[in-house]
């Protein structure tokens, strides 16, 4: 579970910090990405060089960079990682984490940090059993951080009980653990997702349809189960397979054959995501035959017919507690036009994608999306992959389900 996970470790000044080495051999050797901060205590007994060579990344001590007036910004690192795990935790540090003491890098960007928090105190056996540090554990825990509580043995001072830093493979096993079972938010949801194109028929051999590779749907898909919903998944013709137990592919071709198999099972679906892209029309009747090309013939009309739209017709149809999620592609206008069509079509939240965004739109493992609410709240996303921004649409749609 901690594949391709974004780890941001903060080391303080203990004899300890030697063991992050290890601890970041083995989130590395897990596909883990990870990012270290250290306080200028703790390259005294662990050089920067260490850690930076092992996490392939820089290590930030600083908040501006050697006196060139680069930031580091503490903000963007808070954002970045999907866990920030503080070890070793010195009994200081953990008192300015909990007061809110920010005199260094570190401790501004626990003050920032919007993802899950992980402790692992290293202390002399006094110091861990000491009322005030254990009051300080409680009150980090009531902020909803998470102790890694330390381990018995041999300290430093040369005395024997609890004051270890818990050892790097234990760690590595409580963030694996916690992945594997945090956010389970969508456990008994039923989530229906629609992905892919539609083909809409001209005659056996031709037909009408777009550049969708249903990429964004799937990926959407993979993501809900991973949060413990069953989702069922109906998708036009594309190139893709899902591996996840939890999902059930419904395959269809046309728009109406996508109505029919959604509709299906709209009334037991918790949350609805239209990633689809659905024809607006079809031809109005669809040959037997292969169309031949007559001698002469420099035109070839075909009319074309309305699909239904199934977006506004699940609006209409939807229940309270139901959340429904649409996708405007514009080219020009684009937040205005998806407000338009976020209202006429009762959604509870629209993700924009815009054409003129280098890196999204059809096809491609990238998206940059914008989403906007029914209450007109803008939030514009940097280009992710399309499995990053799966996660950025499901935490949004969390909250209306909540």
């Not at 579970?1 to 051999?25: C, D, E, H, P, W």
């Not at 090309?293 to 139901?322: C, M, N, S, W």
Request: aromatic content about 6%; overall charge negative.
């Amino acid at each position: 579970m901690l594949k391709n996970k974004k780890i941001l470790i903060g080391v303080t000044g203990s004899i300890a910090a030697y063991k992050v080495a290890m601890l970041i051999r083995l989130l590395v050797k897990e596909d883990a990405e990870v990012k270290v901060i250290m306080t200028e205590a703790a390259t005294e007994f662990i050089t920067p060089l260490t850690l930076a060579t092992l996490s392939k990344n820089p290590v930030l001590v600083d908040f501006v960079q050697d006196n060139t007036g680069i930031w580091n910004n503490h903000v963007e690192l808070g954002l970045w990682a999907d866990a920030f795990l503080i070890a070793p935790a010195t009994a200081h540090s953990i008192a300015q984490c909990v007061y809110g003491l920010s005199d260094n890098l570190l401790i501004a960007t626990y003050l920032s940090a919007r993802c899950p928090v992980f402790f692992a105190p290293a202390m002399d056996l006094d110091m861990y059993q000491h009322p005030s540090t254990q009051r300080n554990f409680h009150l980090l825990q009531e902020y909803n951080n998470m102790i890694i509580p330390a381990e018995h043995g041999e300290l430093a001072s040369g005395l024997v009980g609890q004051g270890r830093m818990a050892e790097p493979e234990h760690i590595v096993h409580f963030l694996d653990h916690f992945f594997k079972t945090e956010n389970k938010n969508l456990s008994g949801k039923t989530v229906l997702i629609t992905a892919g194109p539609t083909r809409e028929a001209i005659d056996p051999v031709r037909f009408i349809s777009n550049h969708s590779s249903g990429k964004m749907g799937f990926a959407l898909a993979e993501k809900a189960a991973e949060l413990g919903a069953e989702v069922i998944l109906i998708s036009g013709p594309v190139n893709l397979t899902v591996s996840h137990p939890h999902i059930q592919l419904v395959s269809v071709q046309s728009a109406q054959d996508m109505y029919e198999a959604a509709n299906q099972y709209f009334e037991i679906a918790n949350l609805i995501i239209l990633a689809a892209a659905v024809a607006d029309f079809t031809p109005e009747t669809t040959a037997d035959q292969k169309i031949k090309k007559q001698p002469g013939q420099e035109i070839l009309e075909i009319r074309l017919r309305k699909t239904v739209d199934i977006a506004q017709t699940f609006g209409q149809q939807k229940k309270t507690g139901q959340v429904l999620v649409g996708f405007a592609l514009e080219t020009q206008d684009e937040i205005n036009n998806a407000k338009v069509k976020l209202h006429k079509k009762n959604l509870d939240l629209i993700v924009l994608n815009s054409l003129r965004d280098s890196g999204a739109g059809f096809g491609g493992d990238t998206n940059k999306i914008t989403l906007i609410d029914r209450e007109e709240n803008v939030q514009v996303f940097s280009l992710k992959s399309k499995n990053e921004v799966a996660s950025d649409i499901l935490k949004k749609a969390l909250k209306f389900l909540s």
